[in-house]
């Protein structure tokens, strides 16, 4: 266990990369909707990565895995309250984790503060590995202090939180990949894991799809808190995938996607009826 945190960064940074790369390569050659043509939004997804990794580093020099080994060394959080076996700790901690970040995704779309910082995310009109990656700097920043969090009230063992990371990065690679999966794997699958096509549902232009399927890594979350939605309305290669204010190019450049937290509706939009299902703002 040990070895694998002083190894920390290069099997963070490793698998991450590793996926990165396999991912985009399987969606250009075996395309499901055909998204991951070469596009200026990639560009953009692919630096708010760099611009997120480089931030966080800076503004959190005391991550998630050294606050969970220094918490665990005092015996805190409800974890070093039970003292459990370490094959039983790590495993549970895991799951608690996938449930956290379930609920704080959902939170996302509810309140209004927190949805116009993850309607970036929402806002690209395409579907491929990249918008795995896609996170405006201040949801990064919502998203490590829930996780910080985490570890204060639970203190699990650190090797936890890092496997937990690990999973969580490579879950939004995956999600978000756009190659095709056999339908039968795929029905298979997400009984236990989130697949790409029940994630897709997610990127719909329709607020009713776009609010459901929260999870990252594992599908109960949505099936036992009743956000599960199986299939869109229209085909998965044929619906629109983003939100119908935020699709002129001019707003989906990289500069114009940190500033859009802090932009009004386009006015079209914000004249729209509040019956419609598609979603405007919180």
């Known amino acids: 266990m040990q070895s694998l945190l002083h190894h920390e960064t290069v099997l963070r940074l490793g698998s991450f990369v590793v996926l990165l790369v396999v991912l985009a390569v399987a969606e250009r050659v075996w395309p499901a909707r055909g998204d991951a043509r070469p596009a200026r939004r990639q560009l953009a997804n692919l630096g708010l990565m760099v611009l997120n990794t480089a931030l966080l580093r800076i503004a959190f020099p005391l991550l998630a895995v050294v606050l969970a080994a220094q918490v665990h060394a005092r015996a805190g959080g409800v974890f070093g309250w039970l003292q459990l076996s370490p094959w039983l700790e790590i495993p549970l901690a895991v799951l608690v984790f996938d449930a956290t970040i379930y609920w704080q995704h959902r939170m996302m779309h509810v309140v ?28 990064m920043v919502v998203s490590m202090l829930v996780k910080l969090g985490f570890v204060v009230v639970l203190g699990p063992a650190a090797v936890a939180v890092m496997i937990a990371e690990i999973l969580l990065a490579a879950a939004s690679l995956f999600t978000h990949a756009d190659f095709a999966f056999p339908a039968r794997w795929d029905t298979r699958l997400r009984t236990v894991l989130v697949t790409p096509s029940m994630h897709r549902v997610h990127h719909s232009v329709l607020r009713a799809e776009t609010d459901s399927n929260y999870g990252f890594l594992l599908s109960w979350w949505d099936r036992v808190f009743g956000s599960y939605r199986a299939h869109p309305l229209q085909p998965e290669c044929e619906m629109p995938i983003g939100l119908t204010p935020w699709r002129q190019p001019a707003q989906l450049g990289f500069g114009a996607l940190l500033l859009q937290p802090f932009r009004r509706l386009p006015a079209a939009s914000a004249a729209s009826s509040p019956t419609s299902e598609e979603r405007t703002d919180a």
Not at 112 to 130: C, E, K, M, N
């Open 112 to 139: 209004g503060p927190l949805w116009r910082l993850h309607r970036v995310h929402h806002s690209d009109i395409a579907f491929d590995v990249t918008l795995g990656v896609r996170f405006h700097p201040l949801e």
